[in-house]
């Protein structure tokens, strides 16, 4: 059997999953300008590093850069949304057709539920949205379909970002009460019905769209007042 020799992260990796993790926890929001000298400074490494840990961002979708601009956390507005859910859906609603025409219900899936509904109410929405994360790819790794792996892993970090502003921003539900509504999709696929699993995976998305459209509306409000 031929030996596999494990990888370590390098640093552009290292740094780019540090300075990932600080924007999802608001330290960097959106529309603030990253300068390259001042995140090398930050994480003791040089410029080069920083500069390439950026590239990786803006090809993620956590970062942006315009001609002549600085690098910047993007804001979503309301077509940003409607397109990142849209594409959701078309790969959400697909993995729950495969995953109740198989008769699967994920296992990991159910386990990060159980974890959900041991959270306190005193639990921060970082530690809530690792695991809403957890959950949905669960579910899409179920499938066994590695393009439909890729093809969502592609727009993990956009939704991730999305969420993890628009809701630190408003109320949101409690732990218990989100461990519910992730229930329902478990509960969908035990019957077996492709179509009822499709339909509470279209229920669940459109509930979270409209969340963060309220949000993203209060914002602005906010601004504007």
């Not at 159980?114 to 579910?139: Q, T, V």
């Not at 009460?177 to 509470?200: F, V, W």
């Amino acid at each position: 059997m031929r030996e596999s020799k494990i990888r370590p992260i390098s640093v552009v990796d290292a740094v780019a999953e540090h300075l990932s993790e600080e924007i999802f926890d608001g330290i960097f929001l959106p529309g603030h300008a990253l300068v390259e000298s001042q995140l090398a400074k930050r994480y003791q490494v040089p410029r080069q590093t920083i500069r390439s840990a950026l590239v990786v961002l803006i090809h993620n979708g956590i970062l942006c850069r315009e001609p002549n601009k600085s690098v910047y956390v993007p804001e979503f507005n309301e077509s940003d949304l409607r397109d990142l859910f849209d594409v959701r859906r078309l790969l959400e609603m697909e993995a729950a057709r495969i995953l109740a025409i198989q008769k699967i219900v994920p296992k990991e899936a159910e386990n990060v539920v159980r974890l959900m509904e041991i959270l306190s109410d005193k639990s921060g929405w970082n530690e809530i949205l690792r695991l809403d994360f957890d959950f949905h790819k669960a579910m899409i790794k179920a499938t066994g379909s590695l393009r439909l792996q890729r093809f969502y892993h592609s727009i993990s970090s956009e939704k991730r970002l999305a969420l993890s502003y628009y809701y630190r921003s408003t109320n949101f539900s409690t732990p218990q009460k989100i461990a519910e509504e992730h229930m329902a999709l478990i509960n969908a696929l035990r019957t077996g019905d492709p179509n009822t699993a499709m339909d509470a995976t279209h229920h669940h998305l459109n509930d979270a769209e409209a969340f963060i459209k309220q949000a993203i509306q209060r914002r602005r409000d906010q601004v504007t007042c």
